[in-house]
């Protein structure tokens, strides 16, 4: 990313604006940014975790339950970001009509940008280990 510096920086202040100003909450984001980080394997995106999340409550339990088909300690909401989240981030056209519907009771319109945006910054770990960035450090 250093080879582009100009488009960095404004990646860079663009997720930190999503991740950090969205109307999602500290663990639905986090658990997003975690589930997006499961399907790149970004491995410095994997290590990390919020401070924000953690304080308002995600456990590794919690982040354990990531795919899980019925979660115990994931919220509804929570759960429908998730699953969205990891078939955006796999296979969109795997997005059903009932995941939008789940997704529509539990978020409104506004919160549903700021989810499918800050699924799409996500994936730059994906971007990473393409062109083979993996070693350096992730700026999610």
């Known amino acids: 990313m250093a080879n582009a510096p100009d488009f ?6 663009l997720n930190g604006k999503i991740r950090a100003n969205n109307h999602l909450g500290p663990r639905t984001t986090e658990l997003v940014r975690l589930a997006v980080a499961q399907t790149t394997r970004c491995k410095v995106c994997l290590a990390g975790r919020s401070p924000a999340a953690i304080e308002a409550g995600m456990t590794e ?5 990531i795919g899980a088909d019925t979660p115990r300690q994931m919220t509804p909401a929570e759960h429908a970001a998730v699953m969205f989240a990891s078939k955006f981030a796999t296979d ?9 519907a789940a997704l529509r009771e539990h978020f409104d319109a506004e919160q549903v940008v700021e989810l499918a945006l800050f699924t799409v910054l996500c994936m730059v770990g994906r971007f ?4 083979g960035l993996e070693e350096e450090s992730c700026p999610i």
């Open 128 to 131: 990473t280990m393409l062109v």
């Open 8 to 13: 960095f920086r404004g990646f860079s202040d």
């Open 92 to 100: 969109h056209l795997a997005i059903t009509d009932a995941d939008k």
């Open 61 to 65: 339990e919690l982040i354990a339950e």
